[in-house]
């Protein structure tokens, strides 16, 4: 999984996962995935080097299906890894919790196909109950993070479920698209339509990244922009796309507490990861309603001021339960989807 072109960098970027899955005999533990890596006699976590142009949310989810098998979703971020190589570079690695996903899940459809790692890369996988784990890896440096993940799971901040932000892809400049007299106002808003570079572009960088959220259902303003921002991904993954007008700018403008509703159903969605996309104006509600559900330590990763997000960027909320069926948010990510080389 190395490609040669990073192997003169001074770090070494490279992404895994923390996979794990509730104990199957009933016993009120859980268990993570773990890999034995013959050159090094070691066991491990799934990881691996970025490959040129990749996102370490993208590699996180192909090394882990590369060694182990099992394809996964990435659920909240760990804390980044750092440490010295023998050749005097360093490595830092990426790690997010993630869960495998069945067969059927509309993402795998979004993915490329991965070629399983070599017997002489990865010989042996396990799943470990969390406590015995932590005797069968070899590395403090990996007992280090599976402390995070157990610390989580005792916390009752481990199972969540996710929403994926979005603001929609550069698009075409209004002094550029609209047609006072030949359309209204609101027509040119709803059919002005993605740049043929950036906005484009950036609309397919999401795909890759949407995908290893493990994004099932999507939810969109109705107008251009917004839905050919997501549409990609949506073939891709052979879903269909669920217009919603309260999240445009007209009608966030004129009712925002409609916009407001529909925050708070998309953060209360356990059953599947879901994706929003929606406008900078709208954004601004839409914040708020996130920080009402976070944490003094998350308000600094909720954006307070215009423009909250970049064209294109994404912002990934993971929620856990509450008691009396509240929700509260326990990590926040901001995500610049990478765009082809050239792009």
Same mark, same amino acid.
């Given at each position: 999984?190395?490609?040669?072109?990073l192997?003169?960098?001074r770090?070494?970027?490279?992404?895994?996962?923390? %996979?794990w899955? $509730?104990?199957? =005999? !009933?016993?009120?533990?859980?268990?993570?995935?773990? /890999?034995? @890596? #013959?050159?090094? *006699?070691?066991?491990?976590?799934p990881?691996?080097?970025?490959?040129?142009?990749?996102a370490?949310?993208?590699c996180?989810?192909?090394?882990v299906?590369?060694?182990?098998?099992?394809?996964?979703?990435?659920e909240?971020?760990l804390?980044t %890894?750092r440490? $010295?190589?023998? =050749? !005097?570079r360093?490595?830092k690695?990426?790690?997010? /919790?993630? @869960? #495998?996903v069945? *067969?059927?899940?509309?993402?795998?459809?979004?993915?490329?196909?991965?070629?399983?790692?070599s017997?002489?890369?990865i010989?042996?996988?396990?799943?470990?109950?969390?406590?015995?784990?932590?005797?069968?890896l070899?590395?403090?440096?990996?007992?280090?993070?599976l402390?995070q993940?157990?610390?989580?799971?005792?916390?009752?901040?481990?199972?969540?479920?996710?929403?994926?932000?979005?603001?929609?892809?550069?698009?075409?400049?209004?002094?550029?698209?609209?047609?006072?007299?030949?359309?209204?106002?609101?027509?040119?808003?709803?059919?002005?339509?993605?740049?043929?570079?950036?906005?484009?572009l950036?609309?397919?960088?999401l795909?890759?990244?949407?995908a290893?959220?493990?994004?099932a259902?999507?939810?969109?303003?109705?107008?251009?922009?917004?839905?050919?921002?997501?549409a990609?991904?949506?073939?891709?993954?052979?879903?269909?796309?669920?217009?919603?007008?309260?999240?445009t700018?007209?009608?966030?403008?004129?009712r925002p507490?409609?916009?407001?509703?529909?925050?708070?159903?998309?953060?209360?969605v356990?059953?599947?990861?879901l994706?929003?996309?929606?406008?900078?104006?709208v954004?601004?509600?839409?914040?708020?309603?996130?920080?009402?559900?976070?944490?003094?330590?998350?308000?600094r990763?909720?954006?307070?001021?215009?423009?909250?997000?970049?064209?294109?960027?994404?912002?990934?909320?993971?929620?856990?339960?509450r008691?009396?069926?509240r929700?509260?948010?326990?990590?926040?990510?901001?995500?610049?989807?990478?765009?082809?080389?050239?792009?």
């Open positions: 999984m190395t490609d040669a072109r192997s003169g960098r770090t070494v970027l490279a992404a895994g996962a923390l %996979v899955r $509730p104990c199957p =005999d !009933g016993k009120d533990s859980i268990e993570v995935l773990l /890999v034995h @890596r #013959p050159r090094y *006699d070691d066991w491990s976590f990881k691996g080097k970025l490959e040129a142009g990749e370490p949310t993208v996180a989810v192909r090394e299906q590369e060694e182990t098998g099992i394809a996964v979703r990435l909240q971020p804390k %890894v440490y $010295p190589l023998d =050749d !005097g360093r490595k690695v990426h790690y997010w /919790v993630a @869960r #495998p069945s *067969d059927g899940d509309p993402s795998l459809s979004a993915r490329p196909p991965v070629e399983p790692a017997v002489q890369e010989d042996d996988v396990a799943w470990v109950e969390v406590g015995r784990a932590r005797k069968r070899t590395h403090d440096v990996d007992r280090h993070v402390g993940l157990r610390d989580l799971w005792d916390d009752g901040r481990l199972d969540t479920w996710t929403l994926v932000l979005v603001r929609h892809a550069r698009a075409v400049k209004r002094s550029v698209w609209n047609r006072p007299g030949k359309r209204t106002a609101e027509e040119d808003e709803a059919t002005r339509p993605l740049t043929r570079d950036q906005g484009e950036r609309a397919d960088a795909l890759p990244v949407l290893a959220y493990g994004v259902v999507a939810v969109t303003s109705p107008w251009r922009r917004c839905v050919d921002t997501l990609p991904y949506a073939r891709a993954a052979g879903i269909t796309l669920r217009q919603e007008p309260a999240v700018e007209y009608a966030h403008a004129a507490k409609e916009a407001r509703r529909v925050v708070e159903r998309a953060l209360r356990p059953d599947a990861p994706v929003l996309c929606t406008h900078r104006p954004l601004a509600t839409v914040m708020a309603v996130v920080a009402q559900h976070a944490p003094g330590r998350l308000l990763a909720v954006p307070d001021q215009d423009p909250w997000l970049r064209t294109g960027e994404i912002m990934v909320i993971h929620m856990a339960r008691p009396r069926g929700v509260r948010v326990v990590a926040i990510e901001k995500v610049r989807p990478v765009l082809p080389k050239g792009g």
